[in-house]
């Protein structure tokens, strides 16, 4: 038990700051063991063990107050990811709901575990939830539908604190303790799959969360429908009911393999239904289901709060925003992801010089790296590096997984390093070229040509930092709802020798110091940035003319409109050097609050990769046809 409360402490003090002066150990999990415990046990161990390995004060989540007793078992996996930061927010949750009754709590853990579902959990770091009807002898039915609610509530009220006084302040267990937020996926046997076609489906705010559903044998009342897009696999399901997913799904393509029919949409092939009228439920159709279709998929919290859940009781709860964006996941597997990006944590003191003045540095860092980079067949000065810095409270893995990097790096195979940065946050423009050098000296593979930089909101401030560090290493950047950042003085003379592409992003929701939402224009710290690097570029400075050119304030040499990844309308402004090199640009993202989106990596990578910069004469150059 000390162990598990030195290491939480350890972690609490980075991410809150610290004033000791030494360096402070970063974990993404929790130390604890696999449990297996009634609902009602969880809830009653969860504060007690929360309390000691996190040094907060946790209390239960009010919103399962009244959840049905004896209904529901949880299975915790070892090691679950640690609440401390949104490290949390990758713990996977299963839910699977069955009429199956059980004895007792032995007979519960002896299905799941039959099902091979523990052992799916254990590798993956998370929750299993199994739910059972509320009346045993009438089945699921809308009180069920109510507790699907306050558990879905309580599962996704992540970070959800309340100030008591001056010093305490009280954090809600629930969500921490079995939680989760992005990887969610349901199972539905017999009249539990008819349940998850009735009540769960129907509704938008509960379904449009859901990553993939795998239904067993499952009916479907008529007056049913499927009221958002949503992964799924069908087993022994009527063509009514396969019709419905097909059309929630915008399935116009086809396909047949290993016995089974599937449907998808091309543009979103995330958009699946597969149909396997043959399977049985046994371990072997969960493992294959969990590998090769559940994983396939995530959800991220997008939308602007309280849309379409404002009427809700826990509408205040955080990321109580739903429909999700339906996304595709890059699963990590024991370090590595199926398309080969090795995610390697390194916990080091070679940047312990670089420090603070309350003794703070970059000690922990993620690489993800393609295993031509580490099985010796990639050519040296090949592979393109991405320095990508996470935003306030996030994970480093977390935000590249949430922004899109994980599955663009599958695609492209380049490289990021990832630094947990928050406590050196005031030297990172010493630190961060820096870990970019350690980097470019330790693999020769990487392309010294194509490095770029990028983060969001705090790790785009961070991005910002790094080029004031150092602008001759990046060929381009993208800083993402950039936290302002007043640079020195000094810092900027080596723009006279050194020109850098920056795009800078926001949204008409972001924070007010990127966007002004009320007169819908960008902020005046981005009228600022914009300026800075248009100067340090030797190109014009803008004279802002909102009433004349909306949102950007000036009209730029290009425009274009897109809409990323289907969903929010896209506007994009760049200037353009004597050369007619596009250099410093402004993008903004229709309707989207402030927080990670997929659909940004490939925002910034489609700028990126069209600059290199020459190591020799320091040059930069544009490739229109680079890819």
Known sequence: MLRKILCAALCLCLILGSSSAFALN????????STFETLEEARANEVAYLNSATGRTYVTDPAM???PQGTTYVYRSAKMYT??????????????????SFADKAEALAYLQGLGLTSQIDEASGSVVLVTPIDKENGFGTADQYAYYQM??????IGYSQKVDDTTTNYYADSAY?????????????????FLNDYIASTLDYISRVAGMLLVNGGMEKIRQVAAPVPVYLVNASDAIIEKYKSANDAEASGYENGYQYYYNQAKPQQKVVVNQTAELNAALIDDVYHNFFIKALRVPVLKAGLYSASTLYSAYNWNQ?????GVRNAIINGKTKDGINVIEHQEDRFKDIVTDKGE???????????????????????????????GGDDPVQAADDLGWLTLAGQKHFAIVAPLHTAAYDVLSSALPALVKYMLDTYPQLDRSRVYATGYSMGGGATNRALYGDASLFAAAVPMSATPYKHLDDQTAQFAKVDIPVLFTTCTYDTSTHFDSKNGIIAEDYQMNINDYLSYNEMPTVTYDFQKYPISGFQADTYKA????????????????????????????????????????????NFMKHYTRNPQSGAVQYNAYAD
């Open 562 to 605: 897109t809409v990323l990844n289907g969903e929010y309308p896209n506007y994009t402004w760049m200037f353009l050097n004597q050369a007619g090199v596009p250099m410093v640009g402004l993008s903004v993202t229709e309707f989207l609050p402030h927080g990670l989106y997929e659909g940004y990596a490939e925002l910034a990578w």
């Open 83 to 100: 609440s401390l930061s949104a490290a949390n927010r990758m713990n996977t949750n299963i839910l699977i709901y069955t009429d199956q």
């Open 26 to 33: 970063y974990s993404q999990h929790f130390d604890n063991d």
């Open 65 to 67: 107050d009244t959840y």
């Open 361 to 391: 540095y970059i000690q922990t860092w993620y690489e993800m790296l393609p295993d031509e980079m580490l099985d010796g067949t990639a050519k040296d000065g090949s592979i393109p590096l991405i320095l990508m810095c996470h935003g």
């Open 178 to 194: 079995y939680g989760g937020l992005t990887y969610r996926y349901l199972i539905g046997v017999g009249a539990g799959a008819t």
């Open 322 to 326: 739903a429909p999700y964006s339906l």
């Open 152 to 157: 879905q509530s309580a599962m996704f009220n």
